[in-house]
């Protein structure tokens, strides 16, 4: 059972507003606005590029399409949210908000953005903007653009979910899992990458542009290309296996799920299925205190192992963690933080002033390497695959000795496995977000 999300939104909001007034009175402003954002337009065209929100602005107010419009919020006062609403006939205009949630602002409509100028209260008032910077604002009066050490200390604070965002999270997630099963059962049906895309739209109910990214809908080979964008319409040839990564956004905050399936059994199902153990053990790890770049490397041991054990390597975890083999099969970080972004920000902030903690040596792409809290959500997607630039630099770089190529040559046209689960740091368990949702799905199938 879900939770009542708008009964949730006061202690949110009230959370927001303790994280502000401290970080406003540290870095010297009165009050900050905060633009929800314009859709920017193409070189020599009328059409726009896809609108996305301010997370800024979505963790003010749940509205993820609303263009040109601000929160304005000094302590103490009640915080104002400027709806632009225009009069227009190209576009359908948004409409009024409701809910629960409205009631913790003061609601001011605009027909045109530069009414939020006398809204804003600028005068006399250190007041810092934080969204993407437009030329209209040139003369308002604004102390500061996007100031770097406010907005690392938010972006610190971030991190830590409020129970609200939990909710939401959990909500994107049921999200997510429905395409994900509608897709694994349109791959099975014989559906092209496009078609399984497409199916996977119309279950999560969001258009491309109302993901939270770009679906990687990948069959055999292209498992192998860590962001695989291309959709590829032809439905015939050989189907091997099938690499979806793919999310879903409610209320602006995301999922972010993979999962690897085999055509057929055999040696890549087989190695589906040790992935699939290792992962869940990997999850298991999340807990408070933890050093996530503990968890990276644990990461790299274990795939060792498994390409180990499968014949595809030659050496043990240790060996092939320190002569960076592990890093030919598995060349990207074990997760992220997860949040308003999928990629939320500060996952390197030793502190609120935005000062970094190191990624191990020799592992670039790590995109976390704090220690985890409760509060936290985070990604455990550990990855193996063939690809081969990577196998090719490898032969050249003296790892030849250590890989069984035979294995390669037979498992290469499978592309390669990533199994991704978000998973919530807690003062005890984790809570895995993802593998939740499944069985919430199984239990709805079973009624």
């Known amino acids: 059972m879900h939770m009542d999300i708008d009964e949730l939104f006061p202690a949110h909001l009230s959370e927001l507003r303790r994280r502000i007034d401290l970080a406003l009175a540290t870095h010297g402003f009165d009050g900050v606005a905060i633009f929800s954002g314009a859709a920017g337009y193409s070189f020599l065209d009328d059409r726009s590029y896809p609108f996305r929100v301010n997370p800024h602005f979505a963790q003010w107010v749940p509205l993820t399409d609303l263009q040109q419009s601000f929160v304005g919020y000094t302590p103490g006062a009640e915080p104002l949210l400027c709806f632009h609403q225009p009069a227009d006939y190209w576009h359908r205009p948004p409409s009024l908000p409701s809910g629960d949630w409205l009631r913790q602002f003061r609601l001011e409509v605009l ?6 100028l006398d809204l804003l209260g600028l005068a006399g008032r250190r007041i810092a903007f934080v969204g993407e ?3 209209a604002f040139e003369d308002w009066g604004f102390a500061a653009i996007n100031p770097a050490p406010l907005l690392h200390q938010l972006h610190y604070d971030r991190a ?5 965002e939990l909710e939401c999270m959990r909500r994107a997630s049921d999200m997510a899992v429905r395409g994900h099963l509608v897709a694994r059962d349109a791959f099975a049906a014989g559906a092209s990458e496009f078609e399984t895309h497409l199916a996977y739209c119309a279950a999560v109910g969001q258009r491309d542009e109302e993901l939270p990214y770009g679906n990687i809908i990948a069959f055999n080979e292209g498992a192998a290309v860590l962001h695989y964008q291309h959709l590829d319409r032809n439905s015939t040839g050989p189907r091997r296996s099938f690499l979806i990564d ?12 993979t999962r690897t399936y085999a055509a057929a059994d055999g040696e890549f199902a087989t190695l589906v299925g040790g992935m699939d153990a290792l992962q869940r053990k990997l999850c298991a790890a ?3 205190g933890v050093d996530y770049r503990d968890i990276h490397l644990l990461a790299h041991r274990e795939i ?3 390409l180990r054990d499968a014949g595809v390597i030659r050496c043990g975890p240790d060996e092939a963690l320190e002569s960076g083999l592990s ?24 502190d609120p002033s935005g000062a970094e903690i190191p990624r191990p040596e020799g592992h670039p792409f790590l995109r976390l390497t704090r220690r985890l809290e409760p509060g936290f959500v985070v990604t455990i997607e550990p990855g193996l695959y063939f690809i081969d630039l990577l196998l090719d630099a490898a032969r050249s770089a003296g790892h030849g000795g250590r890989i069984n190529w035979d294995a390669v040559e037979r498992l290469r046209p499978y592309g390669g496995i990533r199994i991704e689960d978000d998973v919530a740091c807690t003062p005890g368990e984790p809570e895995n977000l993802t593998r939740d949702a499944f069985a919430r799905s199984e239990v709805r199938d079973d009624k």
């Open 304 to 306: 060792a192992g498994l």
């Open 286 to 288: 999340v807990a408070s």
């Open 327 to 350: 890093s030919v099969f598995f060349p990207h970080g074990i997760g992220h933080l997860l949040g308003l972004q999928v990629h939320d920000v500060a996952g390197l902030a030793r």
């Open 111 to 116: 027909r045109d953005p530069g009414q939020a």
């Open 133 to 135: 910077w437009q030329a």
């Open 246 to 257: 793919a999310g879903a956004q409610f209320r602006g905050y995301a999922a972010d799920i």
């Open 160 to 164: 830590v979910k409020t129970a609200y």
